[in-house]
Nanobody
């Protein structure tokens, strides 16, 4: 059974940074998409960033481009999401997700496996 585990949530003031990681079974890292989504109660879940572990291609939502970086040091390590210049509107529950293949859409319905979520709070 695939398990995705996000690192603990965190709180920061606006302008600060946080790094979250997504740990999974090693085989999931091979040539698959690992992505981050976020959700607040009054909105649908939205894609934040994705990485294709087979080649390292990355994808970002417009709202986080230039501020967030998704990466993986090597094929055995968790995928990290570094979030810089955080804004209060980045406050949400963040979820790690995985899907097979090299196409990494930022669409929640396209993902098979999900973590439990980790809360990120940015205060003004």
């Amino acid at each position: 059974q695939v398990q995705l585990v996000e690192s603990w949530g965190g709180s920061v003031h606006a302008g600060g940074f946080l790094i979250r990681s997504c740990a999974a079974s090693v085989y999931i890292y091979r040539n698959n998409c690992i992505s981050w989504f976020r959700q607040v109660p009054w909105k649908e879940r939205e894609g934040v960033a994705a990485i294709y572990t087979g080649g390292g291609s990355t994808y970002y939502a417009d709202s986080v481009k230039g501020r967030f970086t998704i990466s993986q040091d090597n094929a055995k390590n968790p995928v990290s999401l570094q979030m810089n210049s955080l804004k209060p509107e980045d406050t949400a529950m963040y979820y790690c997700a995985a899907r097979s293949g090299r196409w990494c859409p930022l669409l929640p319905s396209m993902y098979n496996y999900w973590g439990q979520g980790t809360q990120v709070t940015v205060s003004s």
